[in-house]
């Protein structure tokens, strides 16, 4: 075994503290980075961790360890790293910095809370706990909602471009990517979680487009909550990926999502359709004439929505087209309003 690998081995093999976290390269001691400055690279702390993450059975090993080692070293990704990088040997400080960052992977923290931010539709949002973590499922709904503005008339406003209602903004994904490429466009961005408001607001002067959106503590179960969005409507889209999984199906959530994000935004109630409900019952008060909803939801809903709107004629909304995801899951809806 090389003398990086027997020294290595010596502090990472050791006993382990209450957390799984080896106490012989424990984060308040700089004695052990000492040690192995100059004789640890990236690629070899890349695969180090990659080994560790697989036998204590965390999920995306690899991948895990990679997005870890490319943020200390200043990157997004391993991949894009100069190529000197991957076998310079690294300094004490950046040791000890992975080193800390995995042993939060360790605990199932989620990578995204990790490195406290994450790209979404090109964009670079900051993410804190417990703020909803945005999927890439999430992405391709966003790609729906342009694909649908592209081919429509140029909306006739003050700005010229559509004014969007976000439902249940998060950390302002969604929002903040429609903003960013539809540069004439509005949005009204609500959510009841104090925690969610404020980072969509931070997101949203990180990106410089805080002129554009309006930001709403705003509970849409909350009697007469639509009395608060009137000075801003009519809106032409209402877009959102509500709370959708079904109640019985929350246990099953991997210890990541049940143990630092907002289990809130994620319980949909019994079949999953308690704030889609809301949403729909919302949205014929906001929309104009020829307004549409688009909702990301579980593939059980489509029927289940389409079931539900017909039983509800007096909200003049119809199910006018449902895409599946990248694993050719029914994931997206679009709902038309027609005249009343």
């Known amino acids: 075994m090389k003398l990086w690998g027997r020294i290595l081995w010596t502090f990472l093999s050791g006993p382990r503290g209450r957390r799984g976290v080896p106490q012989g390269w424990a984060c308040n001691s700089r004695k052990p980075y000492s040690c192995l400055a100059g004789l ?3 690629t070899e702390m890349v695969s180090h961790w990659t080994k560790v993450f697989e036998e204590r059975g965390i999920p995306e090993p690899r991948e895990s360890s990679e997005y870890i080692v490319a943020h200390v ?16 040997p690294l300094t004490p400080q950046q040791l000890e910095c992975i080193q800390e960052l995995c042993s939060h992977r360790l605990q ?8 406290g931010e994450w790209d979404f539709q090109g964009l670079s949002l900051k993410m804190v706990p417990p703020v909803f973590i945005p999927r890439p499922e999430t992405e391709e709904l966003v790609g729906w909602v ?22 249940g903004c998060g950390s302002g994904a969604i ?9 004439k466009s509005q949005v009204v961005a609500v959510d009841k979680a104090e925690a969610a408001v404020s980072l969509t607001r931070e997101n949203a002067q990180r990106l410089q487009v805080q002129d554009r959106i309006r930001i709403i503590p705003l509970d849409v ?12 409507g009519p809106v032409d889209l209402v877009v959102s ?35 889609i409900t809301h949403i729909l019952t919302l949205a014929p008060r906001l929309l ?16 289940l929505v389409g079931s539900w709107l017909r039983s509800r004629p007096d909200l003049h909304l119809s199910l006018a087209a449902v895409r599946k995801d990248f694993c050719g899951r029914p994931r997206f809806l679009h709902i038309q309003k027609s005249a009343s």
């Open 40 to 42: 640890l690279n990236a």
């Open 288 to 303: 104009n004439a020829s307004g549409s909803i688009f909702l990301e939801v579980d593939p059980r809903h489509p029927e």
């Open 146 to 167: 342009l694909e649908e503005v592209a081919q429509r008339p140029p909306a006739v406003g003050a700005q010229g471009g559509p004014l969007i209602l976000e439902v």
């Open 221 to 232: 179960t909350s009697e007469g909550c639509w009395t608060q969005l009137l000075p801003w």
């Open 241 to 275: 990926n509500p709370p959708y999984i079904f109640h019985k199906d929350m246990e099953q959530l991997a210890p990541e999502i049940c143990s630092y994000e907002d289990l809130v935004a994620l319980d949909g109630g019994e079949e999953g359709m308690d704030i």
């Open 175 to 183: 929002a903040l990517s429609l903003l960013s490429q539809l540069p």
């Open 108 to 115: 199932r923290m989620p990578v995204q809370y990790i490195l």
């Open 73 to 88: 070293l200043g990157a997004k990704t391993f991949q894009s790293l100069r190529p000197e990088l991957w076998t310079k």
